[in-house]
């Protein structure tokens, strides 16, 4: 797809998907490999210019299990300078 057509789909800026997919943005967050097949269905159906809510329940998803498991705490606290005791995510 096209960085326009993603921005699009996610309800985003080109700008932003450009600076995420050149690793400009969150370089520091890894996907977990667990979590590697939420995001292929989720890309998929972006993809397919599948409906504008269904794709944000299912990014809504990934972020709470991201959230849940403490997964981006680095990245959040390297790119925002957040407290090293920070649990905000976590409650």
């Known amino acids: 797809?096209?960085?326009?057509?993603?921005?699009?789909?996610?309800?985003?800026?080109?700008?932003?998907?450009?600076?995420?997919?050149?690793?400009?943005?969150?370089?520091?967050?890894?996907?977990?490999?667990?979590?590697?097949?939420?995001?292929?269905?989720?890309?998929?159906?972006?993809?397919?210019?599948?409906?504008?809510?269904i794709l944000m329940y299912g990014i809504c998803q990934i972020c709470k299990e991201i959230r849940s498991k403490g997964e981006a705490c680095e990245a959040c606290k390297s790119e925002l300078g957040v407290k090293a005791d920070c649990d905000v995510c976590l409650k």
Request: avoid cysteine; charged fraction near 30%.
């Open 1 to 53: 797809m096209k960085q326009k057509d993603i921005a699009v789909a996610l309800d985003s800026t080109e700008a932003a998907v450009s600076q995420y997919l050149s690793g400009k943005r969150a370089a520091d967050f890894k996907i977990p490999k667990e979590m590697q097949p939420m995001f292929d269905v989720v890309g998929s159906e972006v993809s397919k210019g599948k409906n504008q809510k």
